[in-house]
């Protein structure tokens, strides 16, 4: 179970890897004025380009949602094994997990973008004249924006990643405005894994739900971040804590539901699930932080308003 093992020890491996969704993601029509704007050389990070890349190899699933949304899909020639959204996207059997760098190179790419250095692969890659952006997990929407402006700095489509995050942020705004405020803040236990890791407050999912003011039930188990925001819980501390809500990212990957939750030993007695509080999540949309991270935001709307006040 390899998306389990690596949310236990670091967040940009969690998101490496995911199933297929069917939600919609917000889209940045391509125009060419935004392409003319962008004045090369670009330097973002330690990257700089001379000139538009034209043979874009993505192995970050969350990246791939980025460029395509920012209008930057034709330039991308080819896409990790984990990939799985948009459907447009040229899948291979690239992986980000365990790159290759002669696989890699064998694309012939002007620009890689990854999440994480496994492996060494940017030292592996340097050594090619291949130039690589390490665009990490987002611990907040902030870094999600400012990973949105970075690629589209970079690959010539500024003006389309400044529409798109300005449209992200007004739509997440408007969704948590729309919820009721509480006199007392709801709990929740954000589930990974039948195993029972969890994300805590100090993760990307952990401020999205703060948006809401809710109250992270795995928070006393990693209080110091020792785990990386990604500890794994035991079923009798998850009892005692009670949390009033609880939330599915493992619906695709373990077949998770409310109906093998509810039939969980000992876990009758829980709020969330003596009253019917148990939502599923897509794993994809909970284990990315891109533009579809809107509709995340959205399903914890819906089920927080389903909650009596």
């Not at 401020?207 to 039930?217: A, D, K, L, Y």
């Not at 876990?267 to 148990?278: L, N």
Request: with cysteine; proline share 7%.
């Amino acid at each position: 179970m390899k998306r389990l093992l690596t949310a236990a020890i670091a967040a940009s491996a969690l998101f490496l890897t995911g199933c297929a969704g069917d939600d919609p993601q917000p889209t940045v029509t391509t125009t060419t004025s935004g392409a003319a704007a962008a004045a090369y050389p670009v330097t973002v990070g330690a990257v700089t380009l001379t000139e538009r890349p034209d043979r874009i190899v993505s192995l970050s699933p969350t990246a791939t949602e980025m460029l395509f949304a920012i209008g930057a899909g034709p330039q991308v020639t080819a896409v990790d094994d984990q990939s799985t959204y948009p459907a447009e996207a040229p899948k291979t059997d690239l992986s980000g997990f365990k790159p290759n760098a002669e696989a890699i190179a064998a694309k012939d790419p002007d620009l890689v973008v990854i999440s994480g250095d496994a492996d060494g692969i940017v030292a592996q890659l340097g050594k090619l004249a291949i130039p690589v952006l390490v665009s990490p997990a987002a611990a907040t929407l902030d870094d999600t924006y400012t990973e949105i402006s970075d690629l589209g700095r970079l690959t010539g489509h500024p003006d389309e990643a400044t529409a798109l995050t300005e449209k992200m942020s007004t739509e997440i705004d408007t969704i948590v405005k729309s919820v009721p405020a509480r006199s007392k803040p709801l709990s929740y236990y954000y589930e990974l894994g039948p195993d029972l890791y969890s994300a805590t407050s100090k993760t990307f999912i952990g401020s999205v739900f703060g948006r809401f003011g809710m109250t992270n039930v795995a928070d006393a188990a990693d209080p110091g971040g020792k785990l990386g925001g990604y500890p794994q819980l035991s079923q009798e501390s998850l009892v005692k804590a009670n949390p009033d809500t609880i939330f599915l990212a493992d619906t695709k990957c373990c077949r998770q539901s409310a109906d093998t939750v509810r039939a969980r030993a000992g876990w009758s007695s829980i709020t969330a699930v003596a009253k019917d509080r148990v939502y599923a999540l897509d794993d994809d949309i909970a284990s990315r932080w891109g533009p579809r991270t809107v509709a995340l935001v959205q399903a914890v709307a819906d089920a927080v308003a389903k909650v009596p006040a």
